[in-house]
């Protein structure tokens, strides 16, 4: 049963890997670093390594996003859904 878990984690990890990288879409591609990094958190869990994967969860998944969101809004790659409402129009 462990053994099936952590081969289903890893899939999931290989593929939010290639996704990234093949990913055109920022927002996209930070939504699947979001889940890459709390697939790693699981992965320290699995390697028994409490410490590390809370530092994961915290950092890779919680400070980093969010700076990569407030990047993503400065650059304007974010607009605000009343823009996009008048654009359509």
């Given at each position: 049963m462990n053994n099936l878990f952590s081969v289903i984690v890893f899939s999931f990890l290989l593929v939010c890997a290639v996704a990234t990288c093949l990913s055109k879409n920022l927002l996209v591609t930070v939504?699947?670093?979001?889940?890459?990094?709390l697939l790693?958190?699981?992965?320290?869990?699995?390697?028994?390594s409490p410490d590390?994967?809370?530092?994961?969860?915290a950092v890779g998944?919680?400070?980093t996003s969010i700076l990569f969101?407030?990047?993503l809004k400065k650059i304007h790659a974010i607009r605000p859904?009343?823009?996009d409402r008048h654009e359509s129009k």
């Open positions: 939504i699947i670093y979001m889940a890459y990094s790693m958190s699981i992965v320290w869990i699995l390697l028994q590390l994967a809370i530092t994961e969860a998944a919680g400070v969101f407030i990047t859904e009343e823009e």
